[in-house]
């Protein structure tokens, strides 16, 4: 009975930890009724930091789950066992959200799935592992080979179909079918899960692994709303360099040219009117998804409105279009824009999109650097990597990340 009074305690005291640092934010990344400042960032960290007190002390339900351990009434279970075949099959959900948007960019790194595989005899197995999501993906497929009382761990992201995806305006059930067959004919494992696929307009910004039970950060794929080549984009870019022609030459210069060139970026998307629209960053998927519905860059110019993402994306398309490097910065509850100030330096400095149409360049340049000074800080003292992403593009299309239009 204490130990229940004890909890539920708890849990009222995180939630008014939670309300705390969420009016906090919308103060001031959302209505911004209050100036960034060190006062300001001062009383938003002292919250953050009574948050994270309030989740530790709060039961968290326990561990991660697998999800296929009993038999279920939706699902076929096994055909055979480790009684009869001498395989011990597990088969782990590793995604119950999957972002259409930016499925196609997803890996074995990032999987589905994934099977975790024992050998309980005395001979080698060769065994055939499947998986596709029915009616959107073609089938993944893998052969191993496992020895003797030994184990293996196999992850897998199926390929979808673009069509398929391009197709989805909402968010849509869907069904993970699996399959682990004997390289002899014999059907293993056979079962299937469901999923959701999010609409095309939504990006996910995490996503719960159901067997870890760890948050999976997803911001990196912002990069894919990113595109210098939209012709939107590059009428935009154009009025830019008219406003300083001498100054539009990437990285041939010094830093000054660099931020004059950023400067007359936040410029034109000032003069084509772009107003920052309040939205809260993430909104509900469920705790098994954070999401965010993002706008492209044309998107964002017709409809003269963009949130936090949207200018940050927009903002970047046009860096990046001008052969600058962008970087996209999200920290807990908001997002702005970074740039490398010199070709192949670790510097970089910091612009707040959301002041676009009601402040200064320089104004929205000592906001930024306010917020990424504290959280850079907050990440090094904490050692906690999700205090402040710093996503520089360049890096991002090295590693695959490339704009979806």
């Known amino acids: 009975m204490a130990d229940g009074v004890e909890d539920e305690r708890a849990g009222a005291e995180r939630r008014v930890a939670e309300r705390r640092v969420a009016e906090l934010r919308e103060q001031l990344f959302v209505h911004r009724s209050r100036a960034i400042d060190a006062a300001a960032l001062g009383e938003l960290r002292a919250a953050e930091e009574k948050l994270d007190e309030a989740q530790r002390a709060t039961p968290s339900g326990g561990g991660g789950l697998i999800l296929d351990t009993a038999a279920r009434k939706d699902r076929p279970v096994e055909m055979m066992g480790p009684s009869t075949t001498g395989l011990d099959v597990e088969v782990r959900l590793r995604m119950t959200h999957v972002p259409s948007a930016t499925a196609h960019l997803l890996d074995a790194s990032t999987p589905l799935v994934s099977f975790r595989l024992k050998n309980l005899v005395d001979t080698a197995r060769r065994l055939r592992l ?107 870019l154009r009025k830019a360099a008219e406003r300083a022609p001498s100054s539009f030459i990437g990285y041939q210069q010094d830093g000054a040219k660099v931020e004059e060139q950023v400067r007359a970026c936040f410029e034109v998307c000032k003069q084509a009117g772009v107003t920052y629209v309040n939205s809260v960053l993430a909104f509900g998927a469920g705790p ?100 402040f992403r710093r996503h520089a593009l360049d890096e991002l299309r090295q590693g695959g990340v490339i704009p979806m239009e």
């Open 130 to 236: 499947v998986s596709y999501v029915e009616g959107y993906s073609a089938e993944a497929v893998d052969c191993v080979e496992i020895e003797p009382t030994q184990e293996a761990t196999v992850g897998q992201m199926p390929t979808f179909f673009p069509k398929a995806l391009r197709e989805i305006q909402e968010a849509t059930r869907a069904s993970l079918r699996v399959r682990v067959d004997d390289l002899d004919g014999k059907v293993e494992v056979e079962r299937a899960y469901p999923i959701w696929l999010a609409a095309r307009t939504t990006a996910y910004l995490s996503v719960r692994d159901p067997y870890t039970g760890e948050d999976v950060d997803m911001t990196r794929y912002l990069a894919a709303w990113v595109t210098p080549n939209a012709d939107e984009v590059m009428k935009l």
């Open 288 to 387: 098994e998804a954070r999401a965010q519905r993002v706008r492209l860059p044309r998107e964002s110019i017709a409809n003269t409105s963009a949130n936090c993402i949207d200018g940050t994306v927009l903002l970047a398309s046009l860096l990046e279009a001008a052969s600058l490097t962008p970087a996209i910065v999200v920290v807990p509850g908001h997002a702005f824009l970074g740039w490398r100030k010199r070709r192949g330096a670790d510097e970089w400095d910091y612009v707040e999109t959301t002041m676009i149409k009601d402040h200064s360049f320089e104004e929205a340049v000592a906001a930024a650097r306010a917020v990424a000074n504290e959280y850079e800080e907050r990440r090094a003292l904490t050692k906690r990597g999700s205090s």
